[in-house]
């Protein structure tokens, strides 16, 4: 079985992640954000992964994800495809993306 745009579920494929451009092993079909807190634990998901937030958006660089669902439609406006929300995207190939939101979300000082 293959995805639409992808390889086949299962398969290998690579997430390159921030400015330093990291690359973290994957598998085709696993969802976004649980790769990325499986190497970079402060990769922002305040909501835990339920697509309220929108905290754990990144924009894509380059490669492919899972259509965006309606939830991700809904949060990201005009802006959704060129922003995904890891915890509501899916692996299907090779992809690079920047995170959006870094650093502490409430400045303290
Ligand atoms: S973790 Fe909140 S929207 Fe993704």
Redesign the pocket.
């Given at each position: 079985m293959s995805t639409d745009q992808g390889r086949a579920l299962g398969g290998s494929c690579t997430v390159t992640y921030g400015a330093d451009q990291r690359t973290f092993a994957a598998q085709v079909g696993q969802r976004l954000?649980d790769v990325i807190l499986a190497n970079e634990p402060d990769h922002r998901?305040?909501?835990?992964?339920?697509?309220?937030?929108?905290?754990?958006r990144v924009r894509v660089e380059a490669g492919h994800l899972s259509p965006p669902n309606r939830t991700e439609r809904e949060r990201l406006g005009s802006r959704c495809g060129e922003l995904r929300?890891?915890?509501?995207s899916h692996l299907i190939g090779d992809v690079t993306v920047i995170p959006m939101v870094t650093g502490s979300l409430i400045d303290w000082e």
């Open positions: 954000l998901h305040v909501c835990g992964g339920n697509g309220y937030c929108t905290s754990c929300l890891a915890c509501q």
